[in-house]
């Protein structure tokens, strides 16, 4: 149980356009999910809090109308990067909690913006 | 601040011998939880491994174990018997009981050598 899918797996878009990433829990409901960004060889950086329902709570210095996240459903979460930029390239991951405190993670996106 | 650190930013150890890996962190709160997660190449982060602060027993998880010390604020885990697929940037992290976010470390990033 608690596995968490995100897909695409991969993206390529051209600057300028908008990718959308989704993030579902499968087999639990997650009133909560997280979107995080990973530089190479660097920790996670958390870079919003979406609870179900209700608007997004962004981290300091990230932009929301650029990473636009909706929890429109208790199993799905999705982020949108709007009017990508090659600086916008690189692996974001999600997670949804199952209970408190454990989250499970999805598998990553790697977005590359040419 | 909350911050977690993890001293050693790379380990090797050789296939079915022992390593450790440290963690130290800083907190005023005295109720939370601790957690290793590892993230292999495929860059799946997987939990390896809880410990609730409140719990003197350090926890175990087959050839993963934790030395907590809640004073000192240090969380290192044990891999014992190494294998290969152990290879992963392992990564420490915690969440005060109530909070909505988990706060990670740089990482360690594992190697086993054949």
């Known amino acids: 149980g608690a596995v968490v899918s995100q897909h695409p797996s991969w993206v390529i878009c051209k600057s300028g356009t908008s990718v959308k990433i989704e993030c579902r829990s499968l087999d639990f409901q997650a009133t909560t999910m997280f979107w995080y960004r990973q530089f190479p060889k660097q920790s996670l950086m958390l870079m919003a809090t979406s609870n179900e329902g209700s608007k997004a709570t962004y981290e300091q210095g990230v932009e929301k109308d650029k990473f636009l996240i909706n929890h429109a459903s208790l199993t799905l979460s999705t982020l949108t990067v709007t009017s990508a930029h090659p600086e916008d390239s690189s692996f974001y991951i999600c997670s949804a909690r199952r209970g408190y405190p454990e989250a499970f993670f999805g598998q990553g996106t790697r977005l590359t913006v040419v | 601040a909350q911050t977690v650190t993890q001293s050693q930013p790379e380990m090797s150890v050789q296939e079915a011998e022992t390593v450790t890996l440290s963690c130290t962190y800083d907190?005023?709160?005295?109720?939370?939880?601790l957690f290793w997660y590892k993230q292999p190449p495929s860059r799946q982060m997987i939990l390896v491994i809880r410990?609730?602060?409140?719990?003197?027993q350090n926890a175990t998880e087959n050839r993963f174990s934790v030395n907590f010390q809640k004073a000192a604020k240090s969380f290192s885990l044990k891999i014992s018997d190494s294998q290969l697929g152990d290879a992963a940037m392992y990564f420490c992290a915690y969440i005060i009981q109530g909070a909505q976010k988990l706060v990670f470390g740089q990482g360690t990033r594992l190697t086993i050598n054949p």
């Open positions: 410990q609730e602060a409140y719990k003197q």
């Open positions: 907190t005023s709160e005295s109720d939370y939880y």
